[in-house]
């Protein structure tokens, strides 16, 4: 699974270089381990990407990295 993973930033990166992505996760507070792992890789190394991530979560979900509710 971290081979997948691990490709699957620089697949992002480079569809940044042609538009804007957006990723949407919904209930994320019954996210899997495996998910959680690519959503935290993801994050950490697609800052300067044309990303926006959207997540629906219940109260109590602690992603560990910065969430700005809306």
Same mark, same amino acid.
Do not use: N
């Given at each position: 699974? #971290?081979? =997948?993973?691990?490709? !699957?930033?620089?697949? $992002?990166? *480079?569809?940044?270089?042609?538009?804007?992505? +957006?990723?949407?996760?919904?209930?994320?507070?019954?996210? #899997?381990? =495996?998910?959680?792992? !690519?959503?935290?890789? $993801?994050? *950490?190394?697609?800052?300067?990407?044309?990303? +926006?991530?959207?997540?629906?979560?219940?109260?109590?979900?602690?992603?560990?990295?910065?969430?700005?509710?809306?």
């Amino acid at each position: 699974m #971290d081979k =997948t993973q691990s490709l !699957l930033v620089p697949y $992002l990166r *480079a569809a940044t270089a042609r538009k804007p992505v +957006l990723l949407l996760f919904e209930d994320a507070h019954w996210i #899997d381990p =495996t998910t959680k792992s !690519l959503l935290d890789r $993801l994050v *950490a190394r697609v800052r300067d990407a044309a990303i +926006l991530f959207v997540l629906s979560y219940c109260t109590g979900f602690e992603p560990g990295w910065i969430c700005v509710p809306i």
